[in-house]
Structures are given as C-alpha cells and as structure tokens.
C-alpha cells in the first residue's frame, strides 16, 4: 500500500454547507467517500477510517474491542479537546467501556425503558400543549425552534432529573457549546465545569432533601446514600442526562417540522392517521439521523471491518447517517418514505451504548408532532429549506431556528 | 427456512443493555426487568405466529443479547 500524506486524504466531517438540510453530501464527496471503509483526515490532523455501511456500522459499534473512551491517547476525535481531571470524568459513562460503563448505565435502564415511559406521556402530553399555546401566542409568524421544538424536550427532562426549568438559558447555552466542534478548549473547559457545578449544587441541596420524585432525587436515595454511586459520578450522570436529553430530540421536531411541511400532504397525514405516527417517527430518525458525523471508536484490537483490518490503534468513524441511507437495507434510501418498514435505522447507535433515551425521544417525538398538526392544521414555513440556518458544525445536526407561519 | 420450526430463545442478561428494542418487536415474548431494565423472556418457546416478530428482535436488538435456535418440527 503507497502511503498516503494525511493531508490529501478528504476530511471528515465533509463540509455540508449549501447542500440544504436534507442532503449528507454532495456528489464529489460521495465519490470521494466511496467504498464501504475509506480512509479521511479529521479536523485535528489525524487520520481514522470511515465506515459507512449498515452492516458495518452495527458491527463496529458491537464490537467489544472498539472503545469509546475519547481519553485514550490515539482516540479519533472530531475535535481536540480539553484533558480531564479525575473527578470530572466521572459519571459520563458515554465514553466507558466494559464493566465501568455497564455498572453505571444499569443504575438507569429501568427509568427510561418504555413502560416507565408510557407512564409520563400525561406529562408530555402537558408540556407539549402549554408550548403550542405559546406558539398560538407568539404568532404568526413565530420560531418554532424557540417556542416549540426546544422547550418541549428541554421541559422534559429537566421534569424527570429534577433539574429547574427556570435555568434553562444557563444550561441551553452550554450544552450548545459542549456539542459544537468548533467551540475552542477554553470555552468547553469552561461551560463544562460551570454545568458541573451548577448540578453538584442540585445534588448536595438533595442530600438534605431526598424527598423529590426526580431522577437525582432517587438516584441520591437509592445510589448515593448506599455507597454504590459517588457524588462526583451522579453529577456525570446528570450532565450526559441534561445534554443528551434535550438538544438532540428538540433538533428532530425542527428538521421533521420543515421536512413534513414541505408536502402538505404528509404534514396533514399526521392529523388524519395519529395511529400510524410511530412509524413516521421511525423513518423521519433514519431519514434525518440527526447525529450526522457518526460515531467514533477506537481500535484496542485489530479488527477487520468490512474487508478492512483496522489496526490497534487507529481510529474509526461509524457514520450512522450514511448507514441509514445504505440501498442494502433502505429500498430508495434517498427518498423519505413515511410509512416505509424502517426499524432497523441506526440513529440511536447501535452496541451497548444505544441511546438510553430512545423511548422517550420516540414518545416526544410523536406527541409533539401529532399536537403539532393538530392545533395548527394550516401550519407552513415561512422561509425555503435552502434558506433555513443550519447547525454545521454540532455533533448533533438542527436548526437554528425555523420561522413559521399559519 | 421453508419448514416451519419451534423456535427456542434464550437471552443472556449479562450483554443485555436495557435497549428495550426486544420489547417494542414482540412484547408476547420479551419483557423488561422492573429494577434494573434488563431483558425478562416471558416466552422461551413462543407460538409459531410470533416467529417473524422474534427474528426482527434478535435483529435489532444492540448487544447481541438474544439467540434462536430453531428445532425443525418432525
Ligand atoms: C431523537 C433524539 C435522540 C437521538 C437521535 C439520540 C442519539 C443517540 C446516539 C446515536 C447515542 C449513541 C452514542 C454512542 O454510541 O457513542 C446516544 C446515546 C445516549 N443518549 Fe441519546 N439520542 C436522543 C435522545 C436522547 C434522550 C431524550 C436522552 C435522555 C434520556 C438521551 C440520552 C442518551 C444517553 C445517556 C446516551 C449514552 C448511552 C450509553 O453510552 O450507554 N438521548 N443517543
Ligand atoms: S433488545 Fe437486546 S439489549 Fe435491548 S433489552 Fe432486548 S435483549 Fe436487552
């Protein structure tokens, strides 16, 4: 094999600038990109090993010798980022392996696993409406974004952790920082360490009342005050819970909201077939696969990837966008078909660190949308998709906000 | 696969992570620990119309926590 300079290697992420917000890559990139397991250059200079297929994907991802621990030296990051002290690490059990990561995801399973879910609907059902009287109130014309997509999912979780609404400029505004990759060091240092302190104050304050029925409240109950759960490892917990929870699913009602629109027809499906919207919701998650960049692992092992070996060592991208549009599993995977069988998408991941929240992203999804169509059956935007402004560089692909009109 | 078989499912809780995605494919067969979120099997051996619904359970399910083994009905 001629070695090839990491600089003329094509980086990843690919620029997705001017493409609209529908389309991954434009046709130079896709061919660049060609081939089930391509080598890239990523922003930090570093070289890692792009794999795009559906198949491949799930195998990377399930593979017990691909870590997620972006602290290893070697690790693929889509950005550099600050070290770690010790106690910081703690709890964000995203970036764990094996025993460490399970011991800690098992303390949480049971509250986000689908019939606990089913349980809160009331409530989602609450939030999303007092946010469409909001929306009634602010317009028309109104960002929906603002007033709609972001508050539901953000009211949410900070309901199940315990965490006060009232905050939610505080929080809204670091969490954005913590996900977008051209943030420098300083700043991700910095917002990263003013959340933590933020929630530590919340967990010592329930230390003295353990009362609440909020997640941190039980966890402090149950986990703490037995020793199994340090305080430093909750406050983790509370961290990945409080990002994770709120901007990716508020990022998927935004993209659905401009994406269903654009065909009256299916934005009207919505109101006229509310039983068939789970299985929209599916194909608008492996449609729009909001957590476009992918995944990244690395190799403790050589491991041979779809006819690749990869190397210890080195590093892989698993691209679950580009695996949710593979023509092996999606019939047409460029077009949105609502009612396609589309269950087996990878925009949760895939392997043991497939989204915890799934079914309540999935729950928030439905409901809002449905209420969406309900309450405002002549919706439409007010602006074209090419002119919306799009969250390029997040981890987590959206809108920035989207104005409409009705 | 054109003989119709008894399908046999076994679960192993250790690589279980909680996805729940067994339950949404064929709650008749799977189910969700209370306390901790990990798979139940209600069924070890479900009726034969449940069959394609298990297959699509071992297919989505993320950590590899679901296995089948089909006995071929004499
Ligand atoms: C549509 C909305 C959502 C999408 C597309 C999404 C996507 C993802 C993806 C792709 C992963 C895997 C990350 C990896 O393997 O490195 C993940 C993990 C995770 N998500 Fe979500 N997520 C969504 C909503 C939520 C919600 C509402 C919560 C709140 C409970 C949440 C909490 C988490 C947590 C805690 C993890 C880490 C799980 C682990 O490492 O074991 N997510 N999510
Ligand atoms: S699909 Fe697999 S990982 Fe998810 S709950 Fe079922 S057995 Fe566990």
């Known amino acids: 094999m001629t070695a090839t300079a990491a600089t003329d290697l094509p980086l990843w992420p690919a620029s997705t600038l001017d493409h609209g917000p529908f389309a991954l890559l434009d046709e130079e990139q896709r061919h660049r990109l060609a081939g089930p397991v391509t080598r890239v250059r990523l922003p930090t200079g570093a070289p890692a090993w792009l794999v795009t297929r559906h198949a491949d994907v799930r195998q990377v991802l399930r593979h017990p010798g691909l870590s997620a621990d972006l602290e290893r030296p070697g690790f693929p990051l889509l950005r550099p980022l600050p070290p770690q002290s010790e106690p910081d690490r703690q709890g964000g059990f995203i970036r764990m392996d094996g025993e460490e990561h399970s011991r800690l995801r098992r303390m949480l399973t049971a509250e986000f696993m689908i019939k606990n879910v089913r349980r809160i609907e009331p409530l989602i059902q609450q939030t999303v409406d007092a946010a469409l009287a909001d929306l009634a109130a602010a317009g028309p014309p109104a960002d929906l974004v603002e007033t709609f997509a972001l508050p539901v999912p953000s009211i949410v979780i900070c309901h199940l952790l315990g965490v006060p609404y009232a905050d939610h400029d505080f929080f809204q505004v670091r969490s954005r920082t913590l996900l977008d990759r051209t943030t420098s060091m300083e700043l991700v240092r910095a917002h990263a360490q003013e959340l933590r302190d933020y929630l530590r104050e919340l967990v010592v304050a329930r230390h003295h009342d353990a009362d609440g029925d909020d997640l941190i409240s039980r966890l402090v109950r149950d986990r703490v005050a037995t020793g199994q759960l340090t305080v430093d490892e909750l406050v983790g917990m509370a961290l990945l819970l409080l990002v994770a929870g709120h901007e990716t699913t508020a990022n998927m009602i935004g993209l659905s909201t401009l994406l269903l629109l654009r065909e009256p027809g299916r934005f009207a499906a919505l109101r006229e077939s509310p039983h068939r919207a789970a299985e929209l919701v599916e194909e608008l998650l492996r449609y729009l696969s909001v957590v476009r960049t992918g995944l990244p692992r690395l190799a403790l092992v050589d491991a041979e990837i779809g006819g690749q070996v990869i190397r210890a060592g080195e590093g892989v991208i698993a691209v679950l966008s580009l695996a949710n549009r593979d023509p092996e599993v999606f019939d047409d995977p460029e077009e949105f078909d609502p009612y396609r069988q589309a269950h087996q998408h990878l925009a949760f991941g895939f392997g043991v660190h497939q989204c915890i929240g799934q079914p309540l992203a999935r729950a928030e999804l439905r409901i809002a949308l449905v209420g969406l169509a309900d309450r405002f059956p002549t919706l439409r935007a007010a602006v074209v998709p090419q002119q919306v402004s799009t969250r390029d560089t997040s981890v987590v692909f959206g809108l920035n906000n989207l104005q409409v009109t009705w | ?74």
């Open chain 2, 1 to 74: 696969m054109s003989q119709v078989g008894v399908v046999r499912v076994a679960v192993d809780r250790g690589r279980c992570c909680g996805s729940g995605n067994c339950v949404v494919a064929a709650p008749e067969v799977f189910d969700q620990d209370d306390t901790d979120g990990l798979v139940l099997l209600r069924r070890p051996e479900p009726p034969p119309e449940a069959a394609e619904r298990v297959r699509r359970a071992v297919e989505v399910c993320p950590a590899g926590a679901i296995r089948l083994t089909s006995t071929t009905q004499p």
